[in-house]
């Protein structure tokens, strides 16, 4: 990767040069990616371990199939297409009931903690706040897996509405409608914490 | 603009994918009705927790656990 400047070359630029041999250049795609895919693939399965190992997994299919990419569209689409594709079949085929989530301190460097520090004046602030993402984080949990996917992309991943439809394959109109409702099922279902 | 299409619309008003004539209407709304405005209020707050769940981190040997898997030989593809 002599005179390699992974800062000033695009997602598309980095693949074609993959693509022409210099796998290393793969890294700089992982970089990239490895937290937002994390993110993403944790709050769809609540498993820290089995989210990098599904993480992993996308990296390498994308990896496999990395020709097929068209660069006329976004990288990071594709990617997180990938992603659902791969995290949603993972999810049907595993059916069981979902692990509670563990993740140590000393697991590698993990850092998912929760924001209380940030967000709060008092230890009494901080349980309420520990309290209340805990009933946000169960109620979104709670949703149909049609609307949940759409409250994890856009909520704790930022990703806009038309990549949202490009990475589901649904109608942008039905993105907007369900994540519309997708809110007004969270309101219901914490009408008494709020 | 009664207070049921107000609730209705809320969800969106929150992201303000409104026209500037809703928007009106529903400000109009909300100026007038405690209860429309507090249901909006909470809204805005549920969407602003939601937002500020922390990220998951990945442990720092992970990039080189997945160059370490990559197959030997090229990406393939349709194109």
Redo the contacts between chains.
Sequence with gaps: MAGFQQKVLTDTEVVRI??D?D??A??VI??RY???L??YI??MVRH?EE??EL??EV??KA???????DSAYKFSTWLYKIASNHTIDHMRKQRAPESPIEISAD?????????LES?AQSPHDSLAMKD??GR??EA?DGLPSSYREL?ILR??N?RSYEEMAKITGLPLGTV?NR???A??M??ER?KDV? | MHCRKVLELLPKFIENDFSEQERAAVEAHLKECEACRLEFEAMGRLVETLESFPPVGVPKSFKEAVMRALPAKKPRGEK
């Design positions: 993959v693509l041999g796998q290393e793969f890294a992982v970089e490895q937290k937002g994390a993110n944790f709050h820290y989210s990098l993480t992993q990296f390498l990896y496999a199939n990395l020709a097929s990419f697991d590698g460097g993990g850092t998912y903690e929760l924001p967000h209340m993402m946000i984080r979104v409250v909520h704790f930022f907007k994540i519309f409702r809110r007004q969270l309101m914490l709020r």
